[in-house]
């Protein structure tokens, strides 16, 4: 049902809803109107038509049977029945006047009322494939309590309404023609009215789209003081607001990389001096006593566990600034990760598919550090075997490094990559920085050219344990840095 929700949503757009609404309104009106015009018209057709007809044969009667003494001669009936003409019958108890319609031609209904009442009635029928209107008139007589009553002599006679149904029908062609015109009508009208009512809207939504683009200097242009006008007003304020906004973090963002990559760089110099003394320190810890030789190696562990996070520091300012480049080369993929496990003597502690022949245009120290911070993490965190799996196509390179540990929590897998970010929050101390995995994520993504794009992955197995699959583009021609 919401996927019909959203179905309808999207093929029912502002625009069809307007070119419907003013269709139905112009459709409803112009029927009514066609309606009402058609009956009435109708309703005056038909009237005319019966006065034209029924008065003066009310008349011709009246002259016809002045005289008439009852019962009527044969001779009289039809004398009667010729002067009224219109296919006319005289009709008395048994007795009617010769030619004219057929008397089984009048509906029982027709013949009672003509028996019953003192009034000229009339009914519309269909003889054979024609309309026709039958008309009835009763023939008074003068009683003795001063009264007209029936005396039995009953005229009938039959009108041709084809004209006047021709009339009608014409009268119905025109207003269905009425109202398809109307119809037609109120498309173009729509059509235009949704086009000058959508323009705001289609702009706001250009201007939308530039703003979320990055362009922050988009703004829409305000047109009256309408509805429109107003939210036009309101957007270009918003817009105004967060390109301040933006402005502002964007200006702090760059003095903390700047102050980052100052202070690195500041620390790598006694960092240097510190690492020279942690040699002697080293070389002369056998010799000192427990206390000291415990304080030297934890100076000289400390050192270097400071003198990588500066390092990953400095990697991550230059990935801020955009100075991060590439140094391709074609490699043996499985030569250049079998040098990093064996340079980090983590040979006996991976399991390592890595078929042979697989050449790639890469960069060589890259995909060494993203490969030592994979498999490091593997090692530190999962539980042993940890396995390398490499696979190959012709535009793709895919390694798998997998553990068989408790995995990554759901909560853990969105940020993996993230900076400083660490799983296990109880730690008060780590053996790493926080930034081996968003050091080795970007290193993949560095890897880039044209439609293919290298990524890092992150998942769980199936069969337990975690899995960070690198994917990296096979074949990519000249540098395009």
Known sequence: MSRLRRFLGVAWGLRPRLVVAFVLIAAISAAAASGATYVLARRVIEQDATDAVVTP????????????????????????????????????QNMRSKGGMELSELTPELREEMRTGSSVVWQRVTIG?????????????WQTDDSWKPSGLEIYA??????????????????????????????I?????????????????????????????????????????????????????????????RRMEADARRFVADVSHELRTPLAAMTAVTDVLDEEAPQLGDDAGQAARLVSQ?????????????????FDAGA??????????????????????????????????????????????????????????????????????????ELRVMDNGPGLAPEVLPHVFD????????????????????????????????????SLEAANRPEGGAVFILRLPRVMGEDPR
Do not use: C
């Open 57 to 92: 044969m009310i008349s011709r009667v009246h002259q016809s049977t002045i005289g008439i003494k009852l019962p009527p001669t044969q001779d009289q009936l039809d004398s009667l029945a010729f002067s009224v003409g219109n296919g006319a019958v005289a009709v008395y």
């Open 129 to 141: 494939n024609y309309p026709a209107m039958i008309i009835g008139i009763p023939v008074l007589a």
């Open 158 to 187: 039959v009108s041709d309404l084809t004209a006047q149904q021709n009339s009608i029908k014409d009268l119905a062609s025109f207003a269905w023609l009425f109202g398809a015109l109307s119809a037609l009508f109120a498309v």
């Open 189 to 249: 009208v729509a059509l235009l009215a949704a086009r000058g009512v959508l323009r705001p809207v289609r702009q706001l939504g250009i201007t939308a789209r530039r703003l979320g683009a990055g362009d922050l200097s988009a703004r829409l242009k305000v047109r009256g003081n309408d509805e429109m006008a107003e939210l036009a007003r309101t957007f270009n304020d918003t817009a105004a607001a967060l390109e301040h906004h933006v402005g502002q973090l």
């Open 302 to 318: 400390e050192t270097r566990k400071l003198t990588r996070l500066v390092e990953d520091l400095m990697e991550v300012s230059r």
């Open 324 to 397: 991060a480049k590439l140094a391709l080369d074609d490699i043996d993929v499985a030569s250049a990760i079998g040098a990093t496990l064996r340079a980090r003597g983590w040979l006996g502690r991976v399991e390592a598919d890595l078929p042979a022949g697989v050449v790639a245009r890469l960069d060589p120290r890259r995909l060494d550090v993203i490969v030592a911070n994979l498999v490091g993490n593997a090692l530190k965190h999962g539980a042993p075997p940890v396995q390398l799996r490499l696979w190959a196509d012709h535009n793709w390179v």
């Open 419 to 454: 900076r400083f970010y660490k799983a296990e929050f109880a730690r008060t101390r780590s053996e790493g920085s926080g930034l081996g995995l968003a050091i080795a994520w970007e290193n993949a993504r560095l890897h880039s050219v044209g439609g293919l794009h290298g």
